[in-house]
């Protein structure tokens, strides 16, 4: 009973921008570790960035210092700002949580339904 919603996605030229949204809800206790995955035809699923609790981030080498990952842990809300965006950028991203809930002893990652980055002229 958690639910991930992005928002945010669509069609961009190279060297523009968008702003992903994700907002968590439902029997949330506690959520960990958030992070924005992406998937492009024919490749795998691959991390784009993390960020812990505390707001330490992490990201994959092809975005560092274009993209920048954030939260507000009082919204559950995680965001993704994608700056000079490239053609090799166009995916679905997808919203990962690790969340603990209280009627489990474990935490557990729920994913969003995806939202389409399209980057092309």
């Known amino acids: 009973q958690v639910q991930l919603v992005e928002s945010g996605g669509g069609l961009v030229q190279p060297g523009g921008s968008l702003r992903l949204s994700c907002a968590a809800s439902?029997?949330?206790?506690?959520?960990?570790?958030m992070g924005w995955y992406r998937q492009a035809p024919g490749k795998q699923r691959e991390l784009v960035a993390s960020?812990?609790?505390?707001?330490?981030?992490n990201y994959a080498d092809s975005v560092k210092g274009r993209f920048t990952i954030s939260r507000d842990n009082a919204k559950n809300t995680v965001d993704l700002q994608m700056n000079s965006l490239k053609p090799e950028d166009t995916a679905v991203y997808y919203c990962?949580?690790?969340?603990?809930?209280?009627?489990?002893?474990?935490?557990?990652?729920?994913w969003g339904q995806g939202t389409q980055v399209t980057v092309s002229s």
């Open positions: 990962n949580a690790d969340v603990k809930q209280r009627r489990y002893y474990v935490a557990r990652d729920f």
């Open positions: 439902g029997s949330i206790f506690r959520i960990n570790a």
């Open positions: 960020i812990t609790s505390d707001g330490a981030t």
